[in-house]
């Protein structure tokens, strides 16, 4: 008889919960010039938190539907909105 193995709950395959994540740590960088870099962001998620690529970015979508942040054209950073900013306050 062979044995199945259920899997695990993914942490963040609820995109909301990936999007309060990325708030999370989005909320402890630095901002340089207002800008948040995209991979401060993505490295502790995919990499710390173990968070699949697809996670990640439904979170980040997720965020940006919220109108918590706003992503610049380029890809490369981006920046809290007045809501996003509230979050934390």
């Not at 999370?24 to 990499?47: D, H, W």
């Not at 980040?60 to 992503?71: C, D, H, M, T, V």
């Amino acid at each position: 008889m062979i044995e199945l193995k259920y899997a695990e709950a993914r942490s963040y395959a609820d995109p909301e919960t990936a999007a309060l994540r990325i708030m999370e740590i989005a909320n402890t960088i630095e901002p340089a010039q207002g800008k948040i870099y995209i991979e401060l962001i993505n490295y502790p998620m995919l990499f710390k938190d173990k968070a699949s690529p697809a996670e990640y970015w439904t979170g980040l979508q997720r965020a940006i539907e919220n109108g918590w942040l706003k992503l610049h054209e380029s890809g490369t950073f981006v920046t809290f909105t007045p809501a996003g900013a509230d979050l934390f306050a």
